[in-house]
């Protein structure tokens, strides 16, 4: 965990210019702080199957930074958050290696899905400020979703860049172009909820 902790405390420098060194960012980098903390709540979570010491911590970690990630979702390695506040990230979040995401960045539900219904993302994805990303949806490594972009239930493939509410993608593969995205196709881990009114007991 300590390997985990130093990746990412030391992508903050790469990222962002205002970080002058590690001491400073280790004080004074609040999303530093918030994905520190997810690092630990995700431990007690997934290896000693203390959700509630972790729910704690992560709501801790909200109160203090602005940032909510649940201990449940998976964040991968040299994870960044910019500014922070105002990020959300689901229960069934999956996020690939090398992430950055702006402040105000929701990865979250539509409220009509049950298991699997927050968004994928790969490797090398960057998620705009203010960008909200509801249900299982998949984003493609080294994919860029710009600030203020809407996606619901549509997948944005690799090496593109999508903008837009809705997006649409603008860039693929270097190229500039003008598509919508495609609808997302459901994994047998999402399980959308029939009838109208279904409790789930889930918050989305
Ligand atoms: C959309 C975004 C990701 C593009 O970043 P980029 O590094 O310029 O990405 P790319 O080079 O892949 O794509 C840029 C292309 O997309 C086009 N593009 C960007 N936004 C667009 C939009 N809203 N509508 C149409 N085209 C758009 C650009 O014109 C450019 O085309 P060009 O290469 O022909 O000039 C970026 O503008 C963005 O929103 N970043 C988020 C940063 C942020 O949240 N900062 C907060 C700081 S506090």
Redesign the pocket.
């Known amino acids: 965990m300590l390997t985990r902790f130093l990746e990412d405390l030391n992508v903050v420098g790469r990222h962002d210019p205002a970080a002058k060194n590690r001491f400073e960012t280790l004080l004074c980098h609040s999303p530093l702080h918030a994905i520190l903390l997810y690092r630990v709540a995700h431990a007690l979570h997934t290896k000693l199957g203390l959700s509630l010491p972790a729910r704690l911590i992560s709501m801790l970690a909200r109160f203090l930074t602005g940032v909510e990630i649940h201990p449940a979702a998976k964040v991968g390695r040299r994870f960044f958050i910019?500014?922070g506040t105002g990020v959300v990230i689901g229960e069934t979040t999956e996020i690939g290696d090398d992430c950055v995401l702006?402040?105000n960045v929701t990865l979250g539900g539509t409220g009509h899905h049950r298991g699997k219904r927050h968004p994928t993302l790969g490797d090398d994805v960057?998620?705009?400020?203010?960008?909200t990303l509801l249900g299982p949806i998949t984003v493609g490594s080294h994919t860029?979703?710009?600030?203020?972009?809407f996606i619901r239930m549509h997948d944005v493939p690799p090496n593109?860049?999508?903008?837009?509410a809705p997006a649409a993608i603008?860039?693929r593969d270097?190229r500039?172009v003008d598509e919508p995205l495609s609808p997302t196709r459901l994994s047998d881990r999402s399980i959308p909820v029939a009838a109208a009114g279904e409790a789930t007991g889930e918050k989305a």
Not at 126 to 131: D, H
Not at 144 to 149: D, F, P
Request: aromatic share 4%.
């Open positions: 910019d500014h702006f402040h960057l998620i705009g400020t203010s960008a860029k979703v710009g600030a203020n972009s593109c860049t999508a903008v837009g603008v860039k270097g500039r």
